[in-house]
């Protein structure tokens, strides 16, 4: 029996699969600014770019 994969649905779920991924490194970057540890640091754990974790932290410091 022959399986046939829909090139379309296995790209649509890596789209979801990163959005997610991404969703849960900004998370934890998120509790980590909250812990008080560096961009820096929280960068090369979480693989995000130094900018956006300082976008994260602006917000953070937003809504106190």
């Known amino acids: 029996m022959a399986i046939t994969i829909d090139i379309k649905e296995d790209t649509l779920y890596r789209e979801v699969y990163q959005e997610g991924e991404l969703e849960g490194k ?3 970057a998120l509790n ?4 008080g540890m560096a961009v820096a640091l929280i960068s090369e754990i979480t693989e995000l770019p130094q900018a956006r974790i300082a976008q994260l932290k ?4 937003a809504d106190k």
């Open 26 to 28: 900004e998370k934890a």
């Open 32 to 35: 980590m600014l909250k812990k």
């Open 58 to 61: 602006q917000q953070l410091e």
